[in-house]
């Protein structure tokens, strides 16, 4: 019997290369793909409907508040008798939380994950690896207990020379959310450090370079996109933290200043106990809970663009 030598992609007779894709979808493939595409379409419906629904009571907020005076204004008052709506104090409260989670969260969320992806043995790897990614899903409340019983005296007994005022504290809470967002930060950094070829360490070893210098100037440059999307995933997650902030930052009247020792509101605060039922529906404090959520809206989506333009600038792609 003679066999026939076909290349792929090779034309025979001047016709065109066959496809080996099947002429048409099986039952199961059809239902797959009509799921997917429900799918698909079902998240994109569900962001316009989020979006949409945030829209339209913010228009007529602003209808009644001029949109300079919402975003330049320094006291923000919705519910007193004379009310006022300058955003700037709880948008202030809200990067004050991120930047001190930030500052706890990236150097030690960044350490651990390169000391379990390059440094931990594998037994070590087994039982800190669940644990992180347990330690994700505690609930935010009892966290937020915790740090308002014991974080808030421990942390004001350790710091006598700072000017400590009042039960509550911006910084504080912004570490504690820092301590939140930290399994977050290392299990996607480590994630993105092993997924790392392991010829690039094992070039880096050949030529002399130490482990430290593999972790720090092989590995992490390698996996900086990952890095990138794992600080921004903590970032976020510290923009909308709600009952850490509500709980040990106060829900009282927001005060511009950057002061760590303060009590003071931020963006999710106002809107978690202001939305509790209590206002009537069509009111200019009603509505100022959707311009706040649209302004934390536009904010997290302005970080992620620019955090997909890093990635996509940084991204090493492998063969």
Not at 102 to 116: N, W
Not at 138 to 162: K, S
Not at 308 to 317: A, H, M, N
């Amino acid at each position: 019997m003679s066999t026939q030598t076909v290349e792929l992609g090779a034309s025979r007779s001047g016709e065109p290369p066959r496809s080996l894709e099947a002429p048409s979808l099986r039952i199961g493939e059809r239902i797959i793909k009509a799921l997917l595409w429900s799918a698909a379409t079902l998240s994109v419906l569900v962001t316009t409907g989020i979006v949409v629904s945030l829209l339209i009571p913010s228009i007529a907020f602003f209808q009644q508040v001029p949109l300079w005076e919402f975003l330049t204004g320094t006291v923000w008052a919705p519910a007193f008798a004379n009310p006022s709506y300058g955003v700037l104090p709880i948008v202030v409260g809200t990067l004050t939380v991120v930047f001190f989670a930030t500052l706890v969260a990236v150097p030690v969320g960044l350490s651990s994950a390169i000391y379990l992806s390059e440094y931990a043995s594998p037994r070590v790897r087994r039982i800190v690896k669940p644990i992180l990614e347990v330690l994700e899903g505690l609930p935010t409340v009892a966290i937020g207990l915790f740090a308002f019983a014991v974080l808030t005296p421990l942390i004001r007994q350790l710091t006598p020379f700072l000017p400590w005022t009042g039960p509550f504290s911006i910084g504080v809470a912004g570490i504690t959310v820092g301590l939140l967002i930290i399994p977050l930060v290392s299990s996607v950094s480590d994630d993105a450090m092993r997924s790392v070829p392991a010829d690039l360490r094992q070039g880096a070893y050949a030529m002399g370079a130490t482990k430290y210098e593999v972790a720090l100037k092989v590995i992490v440059p390698a996996a900086i996109s990952g890095i990138i999307a794992a600080f921004v995933l903590g970032i976020s997650r510290a923009i909308g933290e709600t009952m850490v902030v509500l709980l040990v930052a106060g829900a009282g009247s927001p005060v511009l200043s950057f002061d760590p020792t303060k009590g003071t509101q931020t963006m999710t605060a106002y809107i978690g106990s202001t939305a509790t039922g209590d206002i009537a529906q069509g009111t200019i404090t009603y509505d100022s809970i959707f311009a706040v959520g649209v302004l934390l809206f536009l904010m997290t989506l302005a970080m992620n663009i620019l955090a997909i333009r890093l990635v996509k600038k940084y991204r090493e792609v492998y063969d």
